[in-house]
């Protein structure tokens, strides 16, 4: 309990906890539509992404989020758009687009520092690397991307079951998939400073198969989706905390154990 | 009164036309069959009435107490991702949403035609369960249920017996002879030539070179209905008096 309360009383370890949790929360509502809609890769190609965007930025010594969250959020209008054609498959134009941004974010950050330091942090994100700054836009960003997404739950739901449906009863299903495309966006560029651009999708992908493990209704998916994302964070940064480990790297562990463990259970309960 | 009519309706896919200058005029109550080869524009002109595709020329005119988005649209089996969290009242009341407006969540009156068209199709029961472990015809009938709760006037079922064995589609087919009945308009795309003669008031028969729109007796008598029935009936000369003998069963 000591150790716990020491813990809060680094200020960057209580940032982390608070901007993690609601950054989290963020993806794993996200995640539950990717998934569905099959995009779940998406959230892979928009981070690397971002990791050439804050490349640019690091070059140019301006704030990362401002050049990185435009810069995602055109990304992501491309590779829906793509996802609709047939000339150039979604899954490869994803592969094209980000491998490109990160060969050059690499080639940028050898430029600009030399060191490798900082690309390991873009790489696999760093505790260290958010600063107040970073905390209060996560805070305000990720409370907005829930928001929207409990606000137009039941247009995301319809548009992400049966698309042909929705858009035959009327309902705009390019606006909507713009705005998830945003949000996506969004939600991306905040976790890469946590999570790194090699990990940050975990958190968009494992708490939704792993609440679709457990339950069978589109709303229970989605409230433990959420809940198994903040839990994860949490204990993850609690474990990397006491054990040294990065961060990261150890948020996607508890993730990948939390599944394993759900399928577990889903076998358990099926054989009844 | 004329529902729906499309006149000179010309479609195309990756600038090749697929329906060429095809009219007809869809009456109120109607229950209108589409039937054709494959490749022959039936699902183009589903999606051109559904106002998801653009006609290339042409027009296709709703009645003034008729919006586009009001048609229930049942797609195709095949169309619904198998392995989707969703429970059956979650897919009913998706239905819902055109009656939404702008606002975010459901209201009172639509939970209740949700309840309703569960009730009327007798999938109260399963209306907890996931959609993903449902029988093909329990499928439908949530389906159904969904495009009732957007519509009370037409529904549009893309060959809704595809893959249900005939117990079950003679079940969904007396269901939607009753909705045709309580006065909806149905429009079906369809391969089963069998429920087309049962059912079919109106029949358009869409081809490459041409098309036909009549009544079901008038598509009987004219060549291309005569060569499709026998076609795809083997022996439509038998099927007549099928049909015969169960005219006079009812009477």
Request: with cysteine; net charge neutral; proline share 2%.
């Amino acid at each position: 309990m000591n150790a716990l309360l020491e813990m809060l009383s680094f200020p960057f370890m209580t940032r982390a906890l608070i901007a993690g949790s609601l950054i989290a929360l963020s993806a794993a509502l996200l995640g539950v539509t990717l998934v569905l809609k099959r995009y779940s890769m998406i959230g892979d190609g928009l981070s690397h992404v971002g990791f050439g965007a804050m490349a640019v930025a690091a070059l140019l010594n301006v704030a990362p989020l401002v050049v990185a969250i435009p810069v995602v959020v055109i990304a992501a209008f491309i590779l829906l758009r793509f996802q609709n054609q047939a000339k150039l498959r979604g899954d490869t134009a994803i592969a094209v687009i980000s491998t490109g941004f990160l060969a050059v974010g690499v080639i940028l950050i050898h430029f600009s520092k030399g060191g490798n330091v900082d690309l390991m942090n873009y790489m696999f994100g760093s505790i260290l690397a958010l600063r107040e700054i970073d905390v209060w836009t996560g805070i305000v960003l990720s409370v907005i991307v829930t928001a929207a997404f409990i606000l137009l739950y039941n247009r995301i739901f319809a548009i992400t079951f049966d698309e042909t449906f929705a858009k035959a009863t009327g309902i705009r299903t390019g606006f909507y998939n713009t705005v998830l495309a945003i949000l996506t966006a969004i939600t991306i560029v905040l976790g890469m400073r946590l999570m790194g651009a090699l990990l940050i999708s975990g958190l968009i992908i494992f708490p939704a198969i792993t609440a679709m493990n457990l339950f069978r209704s589109f709303k229970k998916v989605v409230v433990t989706s959420g809940i198994v994302a903040v839990v994860s964070v949490v204990s993850g940064l609690i474990v990397s905390y006491f054990f040294g480990i990065p961060t990261g790297a150890g948020i996607v562990c508890i993730n990948v154990t939390l599944l394993i463990l759900s399928a577990l259970i889903s076998r358990i309960i099926k054989k009844d | 009164m004329a529902l729906i009519e499309c006149k000179n309706l010309t479609l195309s896919y990756d600038n090749k036309p697929v329906i060429e200058n095809v009219s007809f005029t869809l009456e109120e109550g109607s229950y209108f069959c589409i039937v054709g080869e494959n490749g022959s524009g039936k699902s183009t002109l589903i999606k051109a009435i559904l106002g998801l595709k653009k006609p290339v020329s042409g027009t296709i005119d709703f009645a003034e107490n008729l919006s586009q988005t009001e048609i229930g649209f049942i797609p195709q089996h095949s169309e619904i991702q198998d392995a989707f969290p969703a429970s059956v009242k979650e897919v009913v009341l998706s239905g819902c949403l055109n009656s939404c407006g702008i606002l975010p969540f459901y209201r009172k009156a639509q939970i209740k035609k949700a309840n309703y068209t569960m009730e009327l199709l007798g999938i109260t029961e399963i209306a907890k369960k996931s959609f993903k472990n449902l029988s093909g015809g329990q499928r439908q009938r949530v389906l159904l249920a969904r495009a009732l709760c957007a519509t009370n006037k037409v529904l549009l079922l893309d060959e809704p017996v595809n893959g249900l064995d005939p117990v079950v589609t003679e079940e969904l087919y007396k269901i939607i002879n009753d909705l045709n009945e309580k006065g909806i308009t149905i429009i079906m795309v369809s391969h089963d030539i069998r429920s087309v003669a049962k059912y079919a008031k109106q029949v358009l028969h869409l081809d490459k070179e041409q098309w036909f729109c009549g009544s079901i007796d008038e598509y009987r008598d004219s060549e291309i209905g005569h060569s499709f029935l026998c076609d795809h009936s083997h022996c439509e000369h038998e099927h007549h008096e099928h049909n015969k003998s169960e005219e006079e069963e009812t009477v």
